[in-house]
């Protein structure tokens, strides 16, 4: 007399509901919608790769403008542009992909409502598509290290843990932004709001030391505030603040799991609603 076969039934864990495993098995289209936003942004676009220049100078040049020369912020021993530049380069990433991501779902209609594929693959190509414009930032940085005769320093080698840290916040958010998007269409209209305040609230054009000792530690909990710390310590070979950089890190994670939690929770209904 064989056994009775006794099925259980039981709730998915967090990490196993979000299905990494099919988002593996969909990298191909993963890398497709990747390239498809590339062409995209910069075949609309009337200057094209250009503005991708433009922006992180014409911004750096204006901020150069009033605050070296009206406030005289303290950057130590690098010069003002280049401190203004490793900002803003880090921060147009952010501000881009965070957009472009937040409305991924509503700009692709139909391919959602009308085949499978893990979700999470458009608001991770729209972050990954922004990264073309880092990489011309980046550049622009080199070049102008080389005019102001500023070597990288020894600690060069951290400059990639600060952009890995920078697209691992971008993806998160905009992850959160883009699921929040298809349920509250407010969302689009508020975005730009709390980026533009986040700006302000971040050190990009001036330093996190203008801030009062008592106070860094709090101001930390701002994610961007590490990212660029870590940044501009790693390029220019000032001095690190692991304190600064390891609370921000704990923010980036607690946004990275919020994120992910929110999407899988609003995930079902994204085909009903959008």
């Known amino acids: 007399m064989s056994q009775d ?3 259980i039934i039981e709730p998915k864990r967090f990490l196993s509901s ?3 495993g099919d988002l593996w098995r969909h990298r191909e289209l993963l890398y497709f919608m990747i390239w498809r936003d590339v062409k995209i942004r910069y075949k609309q676009a009337s200057f094209g790769i250009a503005w991708a220049v433009l922006q992180p100078v014409l911004t750096t040049a204006i901020f150069t403008v009033i605050f070296s020369s009206v ?17 803003v380069m880090i921060w147009l990433f952010v501000h881009t992909s965070v957009s472009m991501a937040s409305n991924s779902f509503v700009s692709n209609t139909n391919l959602v409502t009308k085949i499978y594929f893990p979700r999470l693959i458009l608001p991770l190509a729209a972050t990954v598509a922004a990264l073309s414009d880092l990489l011309f930032s ?11 005769a500023v070597a990288p320093s020894s600690q060069i080698l951290l400059a990639p843990v600060a952009l890995l840290m920078t697209l691992v916040l971008a ?4 992850t959160l932004f883009s699921a929040l998007n298809v349920r509250f269409r407010d969302v689009k209209f508020a975005l730009p709001f709390l980026l533009q305040v986040w700006m302000i609230a971040s050190p990009i054009f001036y330093p996190s030391s ?5 106070w860094r530690l709090v101001y930390a909990i701002n994610p ?6 870590l940044f501009r310590s790693a390029v220019f ?30 995930e079902d209904d994204f085909a009903d609603i959008v």
């Open 71 to 87: 406030a005289r912020f303290d950057t130590v021993d690098v010069p003002y542009p280049l401190f203004a530049l490793s900002g």
């Open 237 to 266: 070979g000032t001095s690190i603040d692991w304190q600064l950089i390891g609370i921000s890190s704990i923010s980036i994670v607690v946004i990275t799991v919020l994120s992910l939690a929110v999407f899988r929770w609003m």
């Open 5 to 7: 076969q006794i099925t």
């Open 138 to 148: 980046v550049l622009i940085l080199g070049l102008m290290m080389v005019y102001f």
């Open 18 to 20: 979000l299905d990494l």
């Open 224 to 229: 961007m505030v590490g990212i660029l710390d």
């Open 171 to 174: 993806a998160s958010l905009g």
């Open 210 to 214: 203008l801030l009062p000792e008592k």
